[in-house]
């Protein structure tokens, strides 16, 4: 079946540092990926729409400057935190689907910023 | 109104009982529906689609009345193994390519 790959698994970082994740499709080309946040006992929050070749679609109340996405290529996405701070410690899970009815997630990265 | 929810539990139950979780969602135009199982700190693993027909794999049944917007997921003879968070999931919510996740039901299964 369809792979998401999602790397790193685990960072842990200093406050004002940036963060690098990276999301691919190992099967399939993906014009869209999905950038979730989840903090402890809190369900997925989808933060951000990756679109291939254009802007990602951000929801309501998450910073683009903050959080900047690229989407090079049908198979990669990037979600950068950027001078990340201890409240941007969390779960981050992106996720990909080759068609509306199956949507395959990343292993998710841990992000702890001290 | 969220677009989708879901019983907030957490629900306990004994090992052997058999547990129901519900979900609306308010967009009558969402296309498919999911409930995913996570556990802890892991990525949400699918369980099953649903349909309004009705899907059954197993101990787990799923179903679907679009007419009440609704889903429901039955668990039979819970095990130790189904503890986990069950997320009902809607695609197509927001009237495109757009997943939109319930906050989840805690399902603890004892001994």
């Known amino acids: 079946g369809a792979v998401v790959s999602q790397h790193p698994s685990r960072v842990i970082c200093k406050s004002g540092t940036s963060v690098k994740i990276e999301c691919r499709s190992l099967?399939?080309?993906?014009?869209?990926m999905f950038w979730y946040r989840q903090f402890p006992k809190k369900s997925l929050m989808l933060m951000a729409t990756?679109?291939?070749?254009?802007?990602?679609?951000?929801e309501q109340g998450v910073e683009k400057d903050k959080f900047l996405i690229n989407h090079a290529s049908l198979t990669l996405s990037t979600l950068t935190v950027t001078s990340a701070h201890p409240e941007d410690s969390s779960f981050y899970i992106c996720s990909a689907s080759p068609d509306i009815e199956k949507l395959f997630f990343g292993s998710g990265t841990q992000l702890s910023v001290l | 109104r969220k677009e989708v929810e879901q019983d907030p539990g957490p629900f306990n139950v004994p090992e052997g009982a058999t547990v129901a979780f519900n979900c609306t969602y308010s967009?009558?135009?969402?296309?498919?529906f999911f409930w995913y199982r996570q556990d802890c700190r892991k990525e949400p693993k699918l369980l099953m689609s649903v349909y309004s027909s009705g899907n059954e794999d197993g101990r787990f049944t799923a179903q679907l009345n679009r007419a009440s917007q609704y889903i429901s997921l039955l668990i039979r003879d819970s095990k130790l193994s189904d503890s986990a968070t069950y997320l009902c999931v809607v695609n197509g919510a927001a009237g495109g390519f757009k997943t939109i996740f319930g906050a989840g039901t805690r399902l603890f299964v004892k001994a």
């Open positions: 099967d399939f080309q993906a014009t869209t």
């Open positions: 990756s679109n291939e070749g254009s802007k990602a679609t951000y």
């Open positions: 967009n009558s135009a969402s296309q498919s």
